[in-house]
């Protein structure tokens, strides 16, 4: 009767399904060793994240290197550049001084040289005057009429000498006279048309300072650009269209002297046509 009553409880629970479960022996080896497998394939991803980790941080560690050395560059180079500027800043300020002083030479040589050519032609003039006639108001023999008509025959025939000699009497012997401005700027014309561009500026000059409401001392400005023009001095010629422009607005060589300097300042750097 005992056995019967054992073997009863064992049957029903195995009658009931979903209730318990059983594994064999070799069931559960296998689940082990599959568990095993697992832990290995997961030992071995976290070795290979570990790894690639690693060598995350390395790079990482690289690029902060290089980029810490990159900004100490930088600032070597922005230092370097400040001293460069430091230095070139030296360099300008001394150059300009120089150039100041040298100017300062210049001015004071062309005052002193300015007052020995004023002296010169005083002597000269009373020299002419004493030659000419007494007191320097009229010459020996002729009048200022007949010495402007010599003096213009002459330079109609290109006897650029004796017109230069007549022109010169009739200024130097008749500073007052109507035609006394005129034989000024023929007498720069004889120079010019020898192309002695030096002394032709020279007789210009003459025109503008002493003859300033002359109608020829437009004409002597924009003539003393062309002759400093050919002698290469275009830093001189510009300097003559500009005063040209400032001393007399309403002259008709404006047009003319403004296409002149736009040439002049683009041929600055031209050392076949500027060399000043």
Excluded at 72 to 82: M, P, S
Excluded at 94 to 123: F, G, V, Y
Excluded at 258 to 265: E, G, H, I, P, R
Aim: glycine share 6%; aromatic share 6%; with cysteine.
């Amino acid at each position: 009767m005992r056995a019967k009553h054992t073997l009863a409880p064992i049957v029903l629970l195995a009658a009931l399904p979903g209730c318990m479960f059983f594994t064999t022996k070799s069931e559960g080896k296998a689940l082990r060793k599959d568990v095993e497998a697992l832990d290995t394939r997961v030992a071995k991803k976290e070795d290979e994240i570990t790894g690639k980790v690693a060598e995350l941080k390395g790079v990482l560690d690289e690029a902060t290197k290089i980029l810490k050395r990159n900004s100490a560059d930088i600032g070597a180079d922005v230092e370097a550049l400040r001293a460069d500027i430091r230095v070139s800043t030296g360099l300008v300020s001394a150059a300009k001084n120089m150039l100041d002083e040298l100017k300062a030479e210049l001015d004071k040589h062309k005052t002193q040289n300015d007052e020995r050519l004023i002296a010169l032609e005083a002597r000269l003039s009373a020299l002419e005057a004493g030659r000419l006639g007494v007191g320097g108001t009229a010459p020996a023999t002729g009048n200022p009429d007949e010495l402007w008509t010599q003096a213009t025959a002459a330079f109609g025939a290109k006897r650029w000498n004796d017109a230069r000699e007549s022109f010169k009497k009739l200024t130097v012997g008749f500073p007052t006279h109507d035609r006394a401005d005129d034989a000024q700027y023929f007498r720069g014309e004889t120079y010019f048309q020898e192309s002695a561009w030096d002394s032709a500026i020279g007789e210009y000059q003459k025109v503008w300072e002493k003859f300033t409401d002359s109608a020829l001392a437009d004409d002597a400005l924009f003539r003393a650009a062309e002759a400093a023009a050919a002698l290469k001095n275009c830093t001189e010629a510009r300097a003559y269209l500009t005063a040209l422009k400032q001393k007399y607005p309403k002259s008709t060589l404006l047009k003319k002297a403004a296409t002149m300097d736009k040439d002049l300042k683009a041929a600055a750097r031209n050392k076949s046509k500027c060399t000043s």
